[in-house]
């Protein structure tokens, strides 16, 4: 099998883009080479070129971690191990509650996947600051609602990985539930989202984060620019709840890929239900 692509975007912070909506898969690895696996993958092909890569490099995977209950985040390869893929409690909950509508979209998005790894989530102690071992040490979690309950940021020195948030590539997505999930979408996803941003930005000003690693799309690094995404999703916000609102339609260069415009046409629609 041929290894995936690793690229070192922070001290010990690896990331490899996915074939599909250009995901990112992280790996951090501490000084002894041990591995945490955040967000492995989507394509059969990709999980095994991962397996590939980090035997390559001589790691030892030592947990995973979810960023957040949506099936392209919550896969594993029985190669990476029979170890504790971390979530948070509320993702954890979630993704029991969806799992059969979540893997019905897996297995169609990328077939040969293993269900039986599917999902298999282990839910961190609420008080937990950090990821516990056997996760490297020193990586601080941050929870928060946008998105999709329980969603999960990883601060990881230099870098924070911030999963469905901040991304070059989407604008923000908000949490307006899928069709055939059994949950309630939250009342105030705009709301939501804002508290994220601002829990994400705090952070990394007080941390001295230089790169956001997203979920999907490029990578962002330096104060400058960070600080220039950060304001673009606060703008799309705003513009979001004039046009629910009956003003003018949002302008915002991702709309222009056709399935970012489909979800910004879900939120301006929620909103307009939740305003009705």
Do not use: C, K
Not at 183 to 200: C, F, H, K, M, Q
Not at 211 to 228: F, K, L, Q, Y
Request: glycine share 10%; net charge negative; hydrophobic share 45%.
């Amino acid at each position: 099998m041929t290894a995936r692509s690793l690229a070192e975007v922070a001290p010990g912070v690896f990331v490899a883009e996915s074939e599909i909506w250009a995901s990112n898969t992280v790996v951090v690895v501490d000084r002894s080479g041990s591995a945490l696996i955040v967000d492995p993958g989507i394509t059969t092909a990709e999980l095994d070129g991962l397996v590939a890569a980090i035997r390559a490099r001589g790691w030892r995977v030592a947990a995973g971690a979810a960023t957040h209950p949506h099936w392209d985040h919550v896969l594993w390869h029985p190669d990476l191990g029979e170890v504790p893929r971390f979530a948070t409690a509320r993702a954890v909950a979630v993704m029991a509650g969806d799992r059969g509508r979540s893997w019905a979209e897996a297995a169609q998005a990328a077939p040969g996947l293993e269900e039986e790894l599917f999902g298999v989530l282990a839910a961190l102690p609420d008080e937990a600051d950090e990821l516990p071992p056997p996760a490297p040490s020193g990586i601080a979690v941050l929870r928060h609602d946008a998105h999709v309950p329980g969603h999960l940021a990883l601060a990881v020195g230099e870098a924070l990985l911030v999963g469905d948030m901040l991304s070059q590539r989407e604008v923000p997505l908000l949490d307006v539930g899928h069709a055939g999930e059994d949950r309630e979408p939250p009342s105030d996803p705009v709301g939501d989202y804002r508290a994220a941003l601002d829990l994400l930005e705090s952070s990394a000003a007080r941390r001295g984060t230089r790169v956001i690693v997203p979920g999907h799309g490029p990578v962002t690094r330096g104060s400058e620019a960070m600080a220039e995404l950060f304001a673009r999703d606060r703008a799309y916000l705003d513009a979001l709840a004039r046009e629910a609102a009956g003003g003018e339609p949002t302008t915002d260069a991702r709309l222009a890929d056709e399935w970012v415009a489909q979800q910004h046409a879900a939120h301006v629609a929620r909103l307009r239900a939740l305003a009705g």
